[in-house]
């Protein structure tokens, strides 16, 4: 039986928000732009309280490194989506293209390619050697996107309704950036649900977004499933987008149980309105055999630990499958390195409900596995037909699969395996030494083609495309309501872009200063984002302050402090 709540609360937050939305249809471009710089402004103001809080949340010692991804994943992100935004809105305030100025590329397939970083000189400093572009379908031309980056802003008048949001419970910038796009991607007022998990953030949420309260076009709410359930169906609801599960987006969508079964046979949804969703699934790294060094096998071990293991595995697109040649020579010294980067991570609190029952599941499912302070390492996975390729565990679960080849067979090999064994297309990630890449040549270019992911990352974790505001941020298209995969739609993308299918990440396969002598020149030392970053804390707090105030001043100490990391 639900638990009875306050219906008038949810009821009145509605209607606040159909007049409201009268008014967001007679606020032009430059007030929603100053709106966007007045939210900046107060993140900044509010990121020692909004990391605070977050800390609360996941029971972090005030002293960990790991602190530094609440930094980073939280105030950070949210002001670097709202100033890129604010950019783009203050370009259509001018009457151009958010995308004037920006020389766009090709991409194999004939697609045009917008680069989403580096975008200025201090993109180039801070992500030195990193870059992201996004991949718009392929039949659309440079002219086209021009024409059409801005989305409904183009039409600032023509409102959309009520949008309802249900905000996540794993990284603390996904509501209020989901927000943010539901305002201006799609010109809907907004009633944001947060997730119980986050209720302690609910006075910097509401801080943070004061000015659109007091417009009258954001409402924030709390409460459970049957809040959720109640404000999702209301008749005064559009459209509903979410982030979590497809268990969740399905139970949303169809119903639950018995009935639930019988209206997704029958094809009716429960649902009488649109739905977009961004639902994670099981996220494959991609190990290329090459001519790896000692210190090759062991930072690119990291890597993959962190992939897994960043904020606890509470990741949409944490990687639960390594995929890895059983033809490579140093496979065996790979695995050496990946099984002592997972043991000497940091030990966390599992904070996110059902995790100790999943970690449970896996080990019952897999009685030889691995485990070390609350995590799992399950080798020799069959290829098919197990629930680790099937099943999102979010926790820290990690399979290796082993498939035959070296070279461009491999990779082809791990192409198909990726897009016909894996649940979900969110994120898949390549590793791959800069020799290999050499010698691969137009064979990469076509892997990164096939790949069915909305986010492909090579040499670099997906996650940082979540991180760089103008990058798209969703599953790859073409899911339907009964098959959702790991959802339909997009977010972040504050270039606007319309026509979306994917982001391209890559980044330098070594650390700064050792891939300079290798001949990579990249002055990024490693990630703070790593979870065997020591100064993670340091660097996210020193970056977050200088997205809050652009003050040159920051940039000694920001580059001493990943130096040391």
């Not at 990024?524 to 970056?543: A, E, H, I, M, Y």
């Amino acid at each position: 039986m639900s638990t009875p709540f306050d219906t008038a609360v949810i009821d009145n937050a509605l209607a606040d928000l159909t007049q409201g939305e009268k008014t967001w249809a007679a606020t032009d471009l430059r007030r929603r732009r100053e709106l966007l710089d007045e939210l900046h402004a107060l993140t900044a103001r509010d990121a020692e309280a909004w990391v605070a809080a977050a800390r609360t949340i996941k029971q972090l010692d005030p002293d960990s490194p790991l602190v530094g991804e609440e930094w980073m994943s939280g105030p950070m992100t949210m002001l670097a989506g709202a100033k890129a935004l604010s950019e783009s809105l203050a370009a259509l305030e001018q009457g151009a293209s958010p995308l004037d100025g920006v020389e766009l590329g090709t991409a194999p397939g004939g697609r045009v390619t917008v680069p989403a970083l580096p975008h200025g000189i201090y993109d180039k400093l801070l992500l030195s050697g990193f870059s992201a572009d996004v991949w718009l379908r392929p039949g659309v031309d440079g002219a086209t996107a021009r024409r059409k980056a801005g989305l409904a802003q183009l039409d600032p008048a023509a409102t959309k309704g009520v949008g309802a949001v249900l905000g996540a419970g794993n990284i603390m910038s996904i509501a209020p950036l989901d927000t943010l796009y539901e305002l201006y991607a799609n010109n809907r007022v907004v009633a944001l649900k947060l997730n119980p998990i986050t209720d302690p953030l609910l006075p910097v949420f509401r801080a943070i977004f004061a000015p659109y309260i007091e417009l009258g076009v954001v409402r924030i709410l709390t409460g459970g499933a049957p809040e959720g359930g109640y404000l999702v169906n209301h008749s005064l609801v559009a459209h509903v987008h979410m982030t979590g599960g497809a268990p969740t987006h399905d139970a949303i969508v169809w119903g639950r149980g018995e009935e639930g079964a019988r209206r997704r046979a029958e094809g009716t949804p429960a649902l009488d309105k649109p739905i977009t969703s961004e639902l994670g699934g099981v996220a494959p790294v991609i190990v290329v055999p090459g001519e790896w060094s000692p210190a090759d096998l062991k930072f690119q071990a990291e890597h993959v630990a962190t992939q897994r293991l960043h904020n606890g595995g509470y990741n949409c697109v944490a990687a639960q499958t390594v995929v890895l040649s059983a033809d490579w020579p140093l496979k065996d010294q790979f695995l050496t390195e990946l099984r002592a980067a997972i043991d000497q991570a940091p030990a966390r609190t599992a904070y996110y409900p059902g995790s100790a029952d999943r970690v449970a599941g896996a080990l019952e499912t897999y009685p030889d596995a691995g485990r070390v302070n609350g995590r799992v390492l399950v080798e020799n996975l069959p290829t098919s037909d197990t629930p680790l390729l099937r099943t999102e565990y979010f926790s820290p679960v990690l399979g290796v699969v082993e498939l035959p080849g070296s070279g461009a067979e491999f990779l082809g090999n791990a192409v198909d395996f990726a897009n016909d064994e894996l649940m979900g297309t969110l994120g898949a990630n390549i590793i791959a030494h800069p020799g290999t890449i050499k010698a691969l040549g137009g064979a990469l270019d076509t892997a990164i083609e096939k790949l069915r992911y909305g986010t492909v990352a090579l040499n670099a974790w997906t996650g940082l495309a979540f991180l760089t505001p103008r990058a798209s941020w969703g599953a790859f298209p073409g899911h339907t309501l009964d098959d959702i995969q790991s959802g339909v739609g997009v977010v972040h993308n504050a270039f606007l872009l319309d026509d979306v299918e994917r982001t391209v990440v890559r980044g330098p396969f070594r650390p700064a200063p050792r891939a300079i002598l290798a001949g990579e020149f990249t002055l990024s030392p490693k990630p703070p984002w790593f979870v065997s970053n020591k100064t993670g804390t340091s660097t996210g707090r020193k970056l977050t302050d200088f997205y809050g105030d652009g003050k040159i001043r920051r940039l000694p100490g920001i580059f001493a402090s990943a130096l040391r990391g």
